[in-house]
Structure formats: C-alpha cells, structure tokens
C-alpha cells in the first residue's frame, strides 16, 4: 500500500486546514490509520488514529477537541480536519496503516506516507 498525504501549507492561528491520505495499490479499508507530526528536532508524535470501520477513533491530549480524523472508504482516504491552529501545531504530518489496534505507537504502522508541512504564524 501506498500512501500519499496532502493538504499541508502555511495558516495564521486560529485558522484551520485538512490533510488528506490516500491510498494506492491496495486497499485502505482494510487497515486501521494514523496521523502523527514530527518538529524539527522532536520525536514523532501520535495525533490522531481511527480503525477501520471508521466508528472509532482516538486522540492525543493536545488535539482533542480540535482536531477530528475521519475516513472515506470508498474514496480509499483518511482525512484530518485541523482546527483552532497554534503555532504549536507547526510540523510534517505523516498519515501511516497498520493491521493492530494500538494506534499510538508508531512501532506498529507498516506502511507511511511522505510527510506534509503544515506551519502556523502567530
């Protein structure tokens, strides 16, 4: 499976983008997804995942409640619609798929996407 994310850019805070990941060779509704975000100089850091289905989902502490994930399966895509932007939300943000449950840990993802920049202004 391949995966492409898009829909990164540059955005004052308060603002608010979506990401999108779509997959090919393969199909996308069989793996649960992930959006994780990498600073310059940091870790990457779990944000946001959803299984399968779609009818579950789970957030880092520091995007609840303003972000939310959401898949298309038919459309083979994961979306992440960003909201309230912070300048600490400034890093690449890397969609990824796995067959497990455990969906903050990068450890377990088997397939990832190119990173998307997205940067907030103060």
């Known amino acids: 499976v391949q995966l492409q994310a898009s829909g990164g850019g540059l955005v004052q805070a308060g603002g608010s983008l979506r990401l999108s990941c779509t997959a090919s060779?393969?199909?996308?509704?069989?793996?649960?997804a992930g959006w994780f975000r990498q600073a310059p100089g940091k870790e990457r850091a779990f944000v946001a995942g959803?299984?399968?289905?779609?009818?579950?989902?789970v957030y880092s502490d520091s995007v609840k409640g303003r972000f939310t994930v959401s898949r298309d399966n038919a459309k083979d895509t994961v979306y992440l619609q960003m909201n309230s932007l912070k300048p600490d939300d400034t890093a690449a943000y890397y969609c990824?798929?796995?067959?497990?449950?455990?969906?903050?840990?990068?450890?377990?993802?088997?397939?990832w996407g190119q990173g998307t920049q997205v940067t907030v202004s103060s």
């Open positions: 990824a798929a796995t067959g497990q449950f455990d969906l903050s840990r990068p450890a377990v993802y088997d397939y």
């Open positions: 060779g393969g199909t996308f509704s069989r793996y649960n």
């Open positions: 959803i299984i399968k289905s779609g009818i579950s989902t």
